[in-house]
């Protein structure tokens, strides 16, 4: 995974929490309630694609537009988060 503004590129396991992954390698993603409602964790992608699992903590509209909440998404392959 890479995280675009912060330049961080790391290898991490696939099925890893995006948030614990991010952290891990150390970047902070904010997380309030850490299971899909609040809306805290949301980050864009800029390329690949997660396995979400969310409480309805983001719209339709930010999840077309690429935006996935950290804290209850896996990551599934390659991918770049603009953070
Ligand atoms: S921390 Fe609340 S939705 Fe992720």
Known sequence: ???AE???AA???LGSNLNEAALE???HIPK???IGI???CRVQLVSGSVN???NGGISDEEIAKGYVLSCCSE?????????
């Open 1 to 3: 995974m890479r995280f």
């Open 6 to 8: 912060s330049g961080i």
């Open 11 to 13: 290898s991490v396991a």
């Open 25 to 27: 390698v150390g970047v």
């Open 32 to 34: 309030v309630c850490g």
């Open 38 to 40: 609040c809306g805290a």
């Open 52 to 54: 979400m699992m969310h």
């Open 75 to 83: 990551v599934t392959g390659d991918l770049e988060v603009e953070c």
